[in-house]
Nanobody, 119 residues
Framework: VQLQASGGGLVQPGGSLRLSCAAS????????MGWYRQTPGKQRELVAT??????NYADSVKGRFTISRDNAKNTIYLQMNSLKPEDTAVYYCNGEFFTGGNWPGDDYWGRGTQVTVSS
């Protein structure tokens, strides 16, 4: 399974960005997909996840970020509004997929995309 993320960039405080992550490959089912972020010297942290039945957000992004999922395309999106300088990080796409091997599935990571919030 390959995860291709896009949509990062430079934005001013208060601005918006939309990240996309498309999963491709031998995918029988998608258990969960989500976004994590990491800054230098810190551990990677959860931003938001989405399953077939619910969404989950870090407290720091609740009310500002929205995660959504297009099941037909195996793609997730992260709409980021009211961005703050502390949102600056490399954002990584993650997913757990059943590919016919281990049950319920295996974990995959995409390459990160840089989000910089600065004036």
């Amino acid at each position: 399974v390959q995860l291709q993320a896009s949509g990062g960039g430079l934005v001013q405080p208060g601005g918006s960005l939309r990240l996309s992550c498309a999963a491709s490959g031998r995918i029988f089912s998608v258990n969960c997909m989500g976004w994590y972020r990491q800054t230098p010297g810190k551990q990677r942290e959860l931003v938001a996840t989405v399953t077939s039945s619910n969404t989950n957000y870090a407290d720091s992004v609740k009310g500002r970020f929205t995660i959504s999922r297009d099941n037909a395309k195996n793609t997730i999106y992260l709409q980021m509004n009211s961005l703050k300088p502390e949102d600056t990080a490399v954002y990584y796409c993650n997913g757990e997929f059943f590919t016919g091997g281990n049950w319920p599935g295996d974990d995959y990571w995409g390459r990160g995309t840089q989000v910089t919030v600065s004036s």
